[in-house]
């Protein structure tokens, strides 16, 4: 008996052959480094892109910490040259290669209250639009940016103005501006890559540095320095990205599982942050119970704030009418959040 004929068989054959194809092809392996420990802010985002990429893609994501694939300069390289598919480097780092990214160093121009930096971070038109055009401009897709929590600085000695910064060497991420930045706090700025700095504080070749406390605990920067101050003066802003011709190259649908996996990561993080730095202060007060932490006063904070000004100058000085307009349209941002 013939149970087919030729017609039957072939459109049966073909529908095998393509269910297959759409099962089988295309199951690539994604590389993506940062510049902090898999438990860090910036892991555990990572953890969260990849097991959202996993889940709605046949793509496995691999995972770089920090140190495994060397400095964020190198995996920066890297990410431009295709060796890797995505990267996460903080402006910190990236204002060598693209200055406008050191708009993040203007001293007191993010604010402290996490709905209104929420918001900001989600929205902005600076970061979504016009940081996006210059992050592609170097062969890099911007995929989102992100506050890793408030910056505090940690010291030998007491700091309460200016003048107790006076010839102190503060260790700051390696971009011009933060170093105008700590001109203007009093300091004697101190560009360094991160692998450096516990054993400059351990030898006192540095008195002094910055970053989130939840990082100074993980990091146990408290063990070579005595006191923690809260100026409020800046939030530590993060960048995923991911190598330009690659996503390019996407098809569609990849392209949505990325910039999906990338916003429910982004929601992910923020909600993760809650609490974060009480428990960080709790953790570091029961490790050193003899470190101090002292939260300036609205008038400790005055001459920091009175440095705002000369810092943003420079950021035009440095950047150009680039610079300014980016400026403009992040404070037209920030004023738009905090609604
Ligand atoms: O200070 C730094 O260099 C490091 N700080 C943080 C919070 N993340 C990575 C960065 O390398």
Redesign the pocket.
Known sequence: MKLFNRKYLGSIVAAAVFAAGLSTAKADNWKYAF??ALTE??GVYATKFKEEIEKNSDHKVQLYP?GTLGE?ADIMEQAQAGILQFVDQ?P??TGSLIPEAQIFFVPYLLPTDTKQLNNFFRDSKAIHRDFKKLYAAQNLELLTMFP?GEVVMTTKEELRGPADLNEVKFRV?TNPLLVESYKAFGATPTPL??GE?YGALQTNIIQG?E??TS?VESTKLYEVTNVITFAGHNN?T?AVMANKEFFDGLSNADKKVVQDATKIAFEYILDYQKGLEKTAIEKIKKAKPGMKVNVLTQEERAPFKASAGIVEAKFIEMTGDSGKAILEQMKADLKAAKN
Do not use: I, K
């Open positions: 510049e902090e802010v910036q920090y964020s903080s910190g780092f890793e991420m890559p991160w700095v540095q970053n989130p990082f530590f993060t």
